[in-house]
């Protein structure tokens, strides 16, 4: 079946680095959504891409989505305190709107 | 916004007792939820589709007789886990696409599931 791998696992930055995590999936998608998850929280909506190549922007966040439409990253720049929590990326194929989603990567800043 | 009501947020509940966990779309119409599970620091699991007047459908090794999914309108969908045991603890948690590419899918807060 459709797997969707994310890596790294966990990553602990200095506040103000960077921060980039990244998803791949076995199969083509339809479309990628990306998910932030605060400890004791549940996901919620960042963002999603559909298209081939597409890069979209919030703030400090950028999205990718890779050409093949099996990959995408999110590269956040100078990272807060704020940015605390799991990432996760949610792949979706076919008309079924089943969200697939990555293992996750847990990100942690240092004041 | 998009907004879904889950509840309880927790339930405690002895092995072999069932629980029932509602998920309701408030300002939406929900045709179709997910239900998800997750462990401690784990991503989360697709459990099963739920439609709307229709049989959901399980994901494979997801024991569809365990886990009763029931959609009876097009706001309220319900997970019962029967006879649970303690390997049944968990979060549990459903999520619903409210549709538009700017709303993705939007989760309720999670049931926190502890069978002693």
């Known amino acids: 079946g459709q797997q969707v791998m994310q890596i790294p696992q966990y990553q602990h930055v200095q506040e103000g680095e960077d921060f980039t995590t990244y998803c791949n999936s076995s199969t083509t998608l339809s479309n990628i959504q990306w998910y932030k998850q605060r400890p004791g929280g549940h996901p919620v909506f960042l963002i999603q891409l559909v298209k081939s190549g597409e890069v979209k922007k919030q703030k400090r966040l950028t999205f990718q989505f890779g050409e093949a439409k099996k990959n995408s990253s999110l590269h956040i720049t100078a990272t807060q305190t704020t940015d605390v929590g799991t990432y996760f990326c949610?792949?979706?194929?076919?008309?079924?709107?089943?969200?697939?989603f990555g293992q996750g990567t847990t990100l942690q800043v240092k004041p | 916004g998009a907004v879904v009501s889950q509840h309880p947020s927790r339930v405690i509940c002895k092995s072999g007792t069932s629980v029932k966990i509602e998920c309701r779309s408030l300002?939406?119409?929900?045709?179709?939820m997910f239900w998800y599970r997750q462990f401690p620091k784990k991503s989360l699991m697709l459990m099963a589709t739920?439609?709307?007047?229709?049989?959901?459908?399980?994901e494979q090794g997801v024991e569809k007789d365990k886990f009763l999914i029931n959609h009876a309108s097009l706001t309220l969908s319900t997970l019962t886990v029967t006879s649970a045991h303690p390997e049944d603890s968990s979060f549990y948690i459903c999520?619903?696409?409210?549709?538009?590419?700017?709303?993705?899918?939007?989760f309720g807060s999670g049931t926190r599931l502890t069978v002693v």
């Open positions: 300002d939406f119409q929900a045709t179709t």
């Open positions: 999520s619903a696409p409210k549709g538009g590419a700017d709303y993705g899918y939007t």
């Open positions: 949610a792949g979706s194929s076919g008309n079924t709107g089943k969200l697939i």
């Open positions: 739920s439609n709307e007047g229709s049989k959901a459908t399980y």
